[in-house]
């Protein structure tokens, strides 16, 4: 039964990263214990780490599922790896695809491999402003709002990419 709410985080800066992200939101949702009940915008923003690589383009997702959390991490990094992700170099250098699991219900959970919610979270506007849009009601773990923390955060050089409706539609009819 899918019953627990996960926020998944979407990132990608290498291979046609707006195309990344939608075939992951596919495969997030062609999976048998998941169902992606909304999705962001894709935002771009300059990379965290080191500066000589492509900018990001993030978004955020809202999943229903039936994994547990260590099931729904393992799962995610399928996903990134079928995505030809490749997990040497930088902490936080190009990418493919990376896929985190932000909130999972109100979990708090600390282990080697997943910390929930996301460390570092707060600081991250191209995931806070994203999770603002798909749930901008939340209540954080600490007993702030969403609100709150978007608010404190610097918005400078987060951009939201816009998409062109008529070429949606013609890819729609294409297929």
Not at 62 to 77: F, G, M, N, R, Y
Not at 141 to 148: E, P
Request: glycine residues 4%.
């Amino acid at each position: 039964m899918l019953s627990d709410i996960a926020y998944i985080g979407l990132g990608s800066n290498l291979s046609e990263p707006e195309k990344q992200l939608e075939l992951a939101l596919k495969a997030i949702d062609a999976h048998s214990q998941m169902v992606l009940i909304s999705s962001s915008h894709l935002y771009s923003s300059a990379p965290m780490g080191p500066q000589d690589q492509p900018d990001y383009v993030n978004a955020v997702c809202k999943v229903k599922t039936s994994l547990q959390p260590q099931e729904l991490l393992a799962t995610l990094q399928q996903i990134e790896n079928q995505q030809d992700r490749k997990r040497e170099g930088d902490r936080w250098g190009p990418r493919t695809l990376d896929l985190d699991i932000l909130l999972y219900n109100d979990l708090a959970l600390t282990t080697k491999k997943l910390t929930l919610p996301h460390c570092g979270m707060k600081e991250r506007e191209f995931v806070l402003v994203p999770l603002f849009e798909i749930s901008p009601d939340l209540i954080m773990q600490d007993g702030r709002s969403l609100a709150t923390w978007v608010a404190k955060c610097n918005l400078e050089g987060l951009y939201r990419i816009e998409r062109d409706p008529l070429a949606e539609k013609i890819e729609t009819i294409a297929i």
